[in-house]
């Protein structure tokens, strides 16, 4: 079994920074990729960043320039810095991590339960 736990959320004034951390725990063989997601009331969740085990990164383009994904595999932990909040980044931020718990291939993905990110105008 495999526990996500994220942290980090919060309220903050329009054009500042926060930063969400995501630690996995438990069964795990190796960690794959790692990313974050959101969802705003009445959207979609949506993807926000992702970051592969060998650190290659990809953005949503709403957020490119702003936002920088990172990870500690020592850790099984993985980051979110913030910048220049607006807010439409208003969101439950979710953390999803891609785990092999054996030495098979499977992997299984696994969610946190989320932190809200309230950016006040």
């Known amino acids: 079994q495999v526990q996500v736990m994220e942290s980090g959320g919060g309220l903050v004034q329009a054009g500042g920074s926060l930063r969400l951390s995501c630690a996995a725990s438990g069964s795990i063989f190796r960690i794959n990729d790692m990313g974050w997601y959101r969802q705003a009331p009445g959207k979609q969740r949506e993807l926000v960043a992702s970051?592969?085990?060998?650190?290659?990164?990809n953005y949503a383009d709403s957020v490119k320039g702003r936002f920088t994904i990172s990870r500690d595999n020592a850790k099984n932990t993985v980051y979110l810095q913030m910048n220049s909040l607006k807010p439409e980044d208003t969101a439950v931020y979710y953390c999803?991590?891609?785990?092999?718990?054996?030495?098979?291939?499977?992997?299984?993905?696994?969610w946190g339960q989320g932190t809200q990110v309230t950016v006040s105008s």
């Open positions: 999803k991590v891609a785990v092999r718990i054996t030495t098979e291939p499977t992997v299984y993905d696994n």
């Open positions: 970051i592969t085990r060998f650190g290659s990164t």
